[in-house]
């Protein structure tokens, strides 16, 4: 039998005054309410009631554990509402994983504005370009770059990852704006340390195809320094759209061959199929869909 459902029994039976009126409220025979508080009172080793043919009364021993049987009661009632509250209002710790620059200049800012308008939530933000465990690590939701697939995950699609390749206006006042891709052979290219064993960017230059030149006046392992080396005319760089788009905006650095660009790459939300989410990642996916949703 249950331990707790022998405590909920005997409580009855104290406030009712009988097991038969314990019985009619919780829907069970008087002889099973007095089976219930008798194991209690095996397990214990005392006697819990004193019994007669017309009333019962609550030991010493009784009295006292009445006491501590309601606070247990309590205890569990308000676990269970806790987690009733957790379904009903977005509450708790959400972990959110995506990678470096997407998550600092697109997801970092959406998540300021879900804490925001949602007090109660709490957000574990883990920037890096490796791939989470989303099991392994308790990540909620991550977003990838690139194609997704073989983990059994749901896949949101986001707006494509695009590139962009820029200088400094007073970079191109000194070396002229390239016009095709074979012109970058006679500029400064800031390159990725990164690209050449990990990820390869293909420049598209009519029915030609070409790579970003490894070699480089600078050399960077991050695209915000990169970014940095750009804005001092120092060169031509390529990063995500997503890091020089203020830049562009304001007239710092400029784009150039907008045609060659490598393709788009693909973005999704990533999380572990749930029959009963919480409302802190539901919320949480649909405020970053509404946001970056590919339909966007």
């Not at 309410?33 to 080793?45: N, R």
């Not at 370009?129 to 997704?148: F, K, N, Q, T």
């Not at 030609?208 to 080396?229: D, K, M, S, V, Y």
Request: with cysteine.
């Amino acid at each position: 039998m249950d331990k707790l459902r022998h405590m909920e029994v005997f409580v009855a039976v104290v406030d009712g005054g009988s097991f038969a009126a314990a019985a009619r409220q919780l829907g069970m025979s008087a002889v099973m309410a007095g089976k219930h508080v008798q194991w209690l009172e095996t397990q214990l080793g005392a006697r819990l009631l004193q019994r007669s043919t017309r009333r019962q009364s609550l030991t010493e021993v009784g009295r006292i554990f009445c006491d501590d049987c309601r606070r247990v009661l309590e205890q569990v009632r308000w676990a269970e509402s806790a987690v009733e509250r957790s379904r009903s209002a977005p509450q708790g710790l959400l972990r959110v994983s995506a990678p470096v620059t997407l998550g600092t200049h697109v997801i970092a800012p959406l998540v300021a504005d879900f804490l925001l308008a949602h007090p109660q939530v709490r957000v574990d933000l883990q920037l890096s370009d490796g791939l989470a465990d989303l099991v392994g690590e308790g990540v909620d939701v991550a977003v990838r770059i690139g194609p997704v697939g073989g983990e059994g995950l749901v896949a949101r699609a986001l707006v494509p990852y695009r590139m962009v390749i820029a200088a400094a206006p007073a970079y191109l006042a000194r070396h002229g704006r390239p016009s095709k891709v074979a012109d970058l052979a006679q500029h400064h290219c800031l390159h990725h340390a990164l690209w050449g064993r990990h990820t390869q960017w293909t420049l598209r230059d009519g029915a030609h195809t070409a790579f970003w030149p490894e070699l480089a006046r600078l050399q960077c392992n991050q695209g915000e320094a990169l970014r940095h080396a750009a804005l001092r005319g120092l060169g031509l760089v390529m990063q995500p759209e997503v890091l020089l788009a203020s830049d562009i905006a304001a007239g710092r650095l400029e784009p150039v061959l907008s045609d060659c660009v490598p393709p788009p790459r693909p973005v999704h939300l990533v999380y572990a199929p749930d029959r009963h989410p919480l409302p802190k990642r539901t919320q949480f996916v649909a405020h970053v869909l509404q946001a970056l949703g590919a339909n966007c």
